[in-house]
């Protein structure tokens, strides 16, 4: 069965660094998500993408952050000079329709 | 503004029986579908069943079901016959259309089930 597929599986970085996650959506899905979860928290939507551009954003996802579908397979989340705040799961999802989003094993960012 | 709500930080079940997981939400959008996903302590998403605002019949899947009461905006979840792996996180999600895209999460229920 297609799967939505993320690395890596753990990132550390030191505070004010860059970091790019990854991820692989399922083939033929046309909308692209990240959400994060603070550890023990909620996860909290960050952006959405679908025809090469952004369809829609929270107040988390500042300038801090972008995103980028590189090539016909990728999806990254790419966020600039890391906080500790920004320590957290992060999650990629796809889907080809409005009924439902499947999501990937996540990434844990680890700022220290 | 759109709000999920659980209310149920923690629930513990005997294996076998029925368990219902509770979610009222709240949206003015009359176009809406709602989620379950399960989150095992090793942290993905797993995605369980889907009921669209306009379905007329509650969503089942396997062991799974929504009872979808619209008028009181809530989606419970009822898991028939626990199992010790169902022990997870749950959280209850709602999608509406006009927002094009995002899922609004609720905070979650820890269920633990008792062998």
């Known amino acids: 069965e297609p799967e939505v597929t993320q690395t890596p599986s753990h990132q550390v970085t030191q505070m004010g660094q860059e970091v790019i996650l990854r991820c692989v959506p399922i083939s033929n899905h046309l909308y692209f998500y990240w959400y994060r979860q603070i550890l023990g928290q909620k996860v909290e939507f960050l952006v959405s993408f679908y025809n090469n551009e952004i369809s829609e954003k929270s107040e988390i996802f500042d300038d801090q952050f972008s995103v980028e579908r590189p090539d016909g397979s990728n999806f990254t989340l790419k966020i600039r000079s890391t906080k500790l705040e920004d320590s957290a799961m992060y999650f990629c999802?796809?889907?080809?329709?409005?009924?439902?989003?499947?999501f990937g094993p996540g990434t844990r960012l680890t700022v220290t | 503004a759109q709000k999920i709500t659980q209310t149920q930080p923690g629930m513990f079940v005997q294996e076998k029986e029925a368990v219902t997981l509770d979610c009222t939400y709240d949206?003015?959008?009359?176009?809406?579908?709602l989620f379950w996903y399960k989150q095992p302590s090793s942290g993905e998403m797993i995605f369980l069943i889907y009921?669209?605002?306009?379905?007329?019949q509650n969503a089942t899947e396997g062991r799974y079901s929504l009872n979808f009461q619209k008028a009181r905006k809530s989606a419970n979840l009822v898991i028939s016959a626990s199992q010790l792996g169902d022990s997870a996180m749950y959280f209850c999600a709602m999608r509406v259309y006009s927002s094009a895209s995002k899922i609004i999460f609720g905070s979650g229920t820890r269920l633990s089930i008792r062998p």
């Open positions: 949206t003015s959008d009359p176009s809406y579908g």
């Open positions: 009921q669209g605002s306009y379905d007329q």
């Open positions: 999802a796809s889907s080809s329709s409005p009924y439902e989003q499947y």
